[in-house]
């Protein structure tokens, strides 16, 4: 299994950035993995990784944090393989390496990092003020 997070850059307040986290070696349509979910994490520096949205791959049940509801939407493509992230509304402390990650617990909705399994390399996000 392989994700590829990209889409990340700088952009200024109020701005958008769409984020794109592809998979590999597994299909979301495919059975190899019996209950995967998404999610993405960020972390600016000196700061812990936190969950910011993950979406379940079968029936599409998305869940936010409370600092970006409102402002970003999860989505996914079965057909590419690929959840997106867009963010809009973006603030600067939104500043911060997103990273996807795989999961197939139940619980990937609590954004706990250790029921997630696979991780993607991270994507820089910069918003300027």
């Known amino acids: 299994v392989q994700l590829q997070a990209s889409g990340g850059g700088l952009v200024q307040a109020g701005g958008s950035l769409r984020l794109s986290c592809a998979a590999s070696?597994?299909?979301?349509?495919?059975?190899?993995?019996?209950?995967?979910?998404i999610g993405w994490f960020r972390q600016a520096p000196g700061k812990e990784r936190e969950g910011v949205s993950c979406?379940?791959?079968?029936?599409?049940?998305?869940y936010y944090s409370d600092s970006v509801k409102g402002r970003f939407t999860i989505s996914k493509d079965n057909a590419e393989n690929t959840v997106y992230l867009q963010m809009d509304n973006l603030k600067p402390e939104d500043s911060a390496v997103y990273y996807c990650?795989?999961?197939?617990?139940?619980?990937?909705?609590?954004?706990?990092?250790?029921?997630?399994?696979?991780w993607g390399q991270g994507t820089q996000v910069t918003v300027s003020s």
């Open positions: 070696g597994f299909t979301f349509n495919g059975g190899e993995i019996g209950w995967p979910a």
């Open positions: 990650a795989l999961s197939w617990a139940g619980s990937y909705r609590n954004f706990r990092t250790d029921k997630y399994y696979y």
């Open positions: 979406i379940h791959v079968h029936d599409g049940v998305a």
